[in-house]
C-alpha cells in the first residue's frame, strides 16, 4: 500500500518539467552479504568445505568439521533479515539524513530549500520519487560508493517492482502495473490449467454452481483432480496477484482461500472458474491517472447530487486543493454461500483517485442484521482510513492537499496566519477529514450519533471506535446510492456490465478490457 501511495503521488504532482515526477529503482546486489553479525555466531563448516588445518593429525581432504565464527551475515541466518534491515536503515537515517516514518517503518523522507524526496524500501529493492534532484543524486552516489564492490549498477527509471511490470509514461501521467509475467508462469508450471473454459467473470453468480460444462466427464474430472492436488500452489500465486495489482479478482481470492488445507468439491469449481477468468484476462492492469481517470468522472457524478462532496472533485472545487484520499465501505450480510452464515467486508481506499489499498474479508462475528454487518464493515475501513491519513499527514510537504496550522499563536505575535514558508515548529499538519462512504442509513447515523440503541447495544466496543474518529473530525462519513458505491465490488459476485464491468473500470482504470487472445489447448 505504502509504494502504491508513493506512486500515486509522484503521478500526481508535476515536477519544474511540467511531467509527473520521475519514480527511480534501485537494487543492491548481495545485500544480506554487506552487514556485519552485531551478535557473535557459530556455524559449522558444510562438507566439502576446508580451510587451513591447524591440528595435523585430523584429516580434512574431505570435510572439516570444526566450528568457524562468522563475520558477515550469510543467506539463510534467521537473523539475516533483520541484520541487513539495521544496516540499511543507519544509511539512509545516519549518512543520509533521511527520517524514518513513524506509519511505516519502510518509508523514508526528506526535505529542505531544494525540494523533497521520498524513499520506500523492500529488503534491498529501493523505490525514490521526490523534487530535490541535488539530493537523489547524492544518494545515488553514496550506494554506488558504498556498495561499489558488490558491483551495484541497477539505478534508473522503474520497469519492475517485486515481480510487476510497470510502464511509466511522465509526460501523459500515466503508470501501468501488471503482472502478466507471473500469470504465464503459473500457466507453463501448471500446463492442465489451459483447459479451463474461458470466463468473463471470476466467479459464476451466487447461488449453486452450474455443471454443464461444454468439455467432457473425462476432462471436467481430470481437470479438477489436478486442481485438488495442486490447490494450495495454484490460488497461492493468484493471491500475489491479487494483492499486488489485480482487486478484480479479491472478492473471488477470499471465497477460494478458505480451502486452502482442505478444497471441497465447491471450492474446485471456484477456483476452476477462477482460473478460467484469469485465462482470459491475464494482461490486466492497474492504471494510475494524473487526470481524467474514470473515478474522477465517478466523483464529479456524485457530487453533482451531493454538494458536500465537492471536496472530493477537482472539476467542481475550485477554491483549493482537493481532498487527496477518500473511502468506500461495504458489506454483504449472511451470504448463503458463507460459512456461518458469516458477512462479507469490502472497502477499498483511493489516492488522487487512483486505487491504492482494497480488501475483501470474511466477518470475524456473525451480524444479526444488515445495519450490523454494514457498521462492522464500517469499522474495518475506518481503521485502514486512519493510518492512510497519517501515512499522507507525515509526508504532508508532498501534499497539496495537507495545510499547515499554528497549533498556539504566540502571544505577541498579531499575525495568526503567517506565510507558508515562515512556518515554524509551532505549526502543525493538517487536513480536512477524511471521507468514508457508504450505502447503508441506519449504519451512517450510528456511527455518527453516540447513542444507545436496541440493534446494536450488544456489540463489542472496538465497533464503535469510528464514533472517536468522526468526533476528532479525523473522518466524515457519507451516504450514497448503492450502485454507485464502488466497494460493493468487493462483497458479491457481480455480473454484467451495469456492476462488475463498471466498477471493475473505477478500480483499475481506463483500458481495453477485450479478453486476451490466450494459446489454443493444442499447443499449451
Not at 562468522?70 to 543520509?96: F, H, T
Not at 501523459?172 to 489451459?194: S, T
Not at 484469469?278 to 468522472?297: C, E, Q
Request: aromatic residues 10%; glycine residues 6%; hydrophobic residues 35%.
Amino acid at each position: 500500500t505504502t509504494v502504491r501511495t508513493l506512486f500515486a503521488i509522484a503521478v500526481h504532482t508535476k515536477g519544474s518539467d511540467g511531467k509527473s515526477l520521475p519514480i527511480i529503482q534501485a537494487d543492491i546486489p548481495q545485500a544480506f552479504l554487506q552487514a556485519e553479525i552485531d551478535v557473535p555466531q557459530y556455524i559449522m563448516l558444510p562438507k566439502g568445505i576446508t580451510v587451513n588445518p591447524v591440528y595435523t593429525a585430523l584429516d580434512t581432504a574431505d570435510w572439516d568439521n570444526r566450528i568457524v565464527r562468522l563475520l558477515r551475515s550469510l543467506y539463510g541466518l534467521k537473523s539475516a533479515p533483520q541484520i541487513w534491515n539495521k544496516m540499511l536503515n543507519e544509511i539512509l537515517v545516519d549518512d543520509l539524513k533521511l527520517k524514518r516514518a513513524a506509519s511505516d517503518s519502510c518509508l523514508y523522507h526528506y526535505r529542505d530549500d531544494d525540494g523533497w524526496i521520498l524513499l520506500c524500501t523492500e529488503v534491498d529493492d529501493l523505490v525514490i520519487t521526490g523534487t530535490n534532484e541535488k539530493k537523489i543524486e547524492s544518494i545515488r552516489q553514496y550506494l554506488f560508493k558504498r556498495f561499489e564492490k558488490s558491483g551495484m549498477k541497477d539505478w534508473g527509471p522503474i520497469k519492475s517492482f517485486l515481480g510487476i511490470n510497470i510502464a511509466y509514461d511522465r509526460e501523459a501521467g500515466r503508470l501501468e502495473m501488471d503482472v502478466a509475467d507471473k500469470i504465464k508462469k503459473l500457466f507453463e508450471q501448471h500446463p492442465i490449467l489451459w483447459r479451463a473454459r474461458p470466463k468473463r467473470t471470476p466467479l459464476p453468480p451466487d447461488g449453486p454452481l452450474p455443471t454443464n460444462y461444454v468439455y467432457s466427464s473425462e476432462e471436467r474430472n481430470y481437470l479438477r483432480s489436478y486442481l485438488t492436488e495442486h490447490y494450495a500452489s495454484i490460488v497461492g500465486a493468484l493471491i500475489y496477484s491479487c494483492i499486488t495489482c489485480r482487486p478484480d479478482i479479491a472478492f473471488a481470492i477470499g471465497r477460494t482461500s478458505r480451502g486452502m488445507h482442505n478444497p471441497t468439491e465447491e471450492h474446485v469449481r471456484q477456483l476452476e472458474h477462477l482460473v478460467g477468468y484469469m485465462r482470459n484476462f491475464p494482461h490486466l492492469k492497474l492504471i494510475y491517472h494524473r487526470g481524467g481517470s474514470a473515478v474522477a468522472d465517478h466523483l464529479s457524478h456524485l457530487s453533482e447530487k451531493d454538494t458536500a462532496l465537492t471536496s472530493l472533485s477537482s472539476r467542481k472545487f475550485r477554491d483549493g486543493p482537493v481532498d487527496p484520499a477518500f473511502g468506500m465501505s461495504d458489506s454483504d450480510y449472511a451470504g448463503s454461500a458463507t460459512p456461518g452464515r458469516k458477512s462479507i467486508s469490502g472497502y477499498c481506499f483511493f489516492v488522487y483517485c487512483n486505487l491504492v489499498t482494497w480488501k475483501s474479508k470474511l466477518q470475524p462475528l456473525t451480524a444479526g442484521s444488515t445495519h450490523e454487518a454494514e457498521l462492522i464493515s464500517m469499522s474495518f475501513a475506518a481503521d485502514e482510513a486512519v493510518w492512510i491519513r497519517r501515512l499522507l499527514l507525515e509526508v504532508g510537504f508532498a501534499i497539496p492537499g495537507v495545510h499547515h496550522i499554528r497549533s498556539r499563536p504566540d502571544d505577541d505575535d498579531d499575525d495568526v496566519f503567517p506565510a507558508v514558508e515562515t512556518q515554524t515548529e509551532s505549526w502543525i499538519a493538517s487536513m480536512r477529514p477524511t471521507w468514508l462512504l457508504g450505502d447503508n442509513q441506519s449504519a451512517i447515523f450510528t456511527a455518527g450519533n453516540p447513542e444507545t440503541s436496541q440493534r446494536s447495544k450488544h456489540l463489542e466496543i472496538r465497533w464503535f471506535r469510528i464514533r472517536d474518529y468522526i468526533r476528532d473530525l479525523t473522518l466524515r462519513v457519507r451516504h450514497i446510492p448503492t450502485q454507485h458505491n464502488i466497494a460493493d465490488f468487493f462483497t458479491k459476485s457481480l455480473q454484467g456490465m451495469d456492476s462488475f464491468d463498471k466498477h471493475r473500470q473505477s478500480l483499475m482504470g481506463r483500458q481495453d478490457f477485450s479478453p486476451w487472445k490466450s494459446i489454443p489447448e493444442s499447443e499449451a
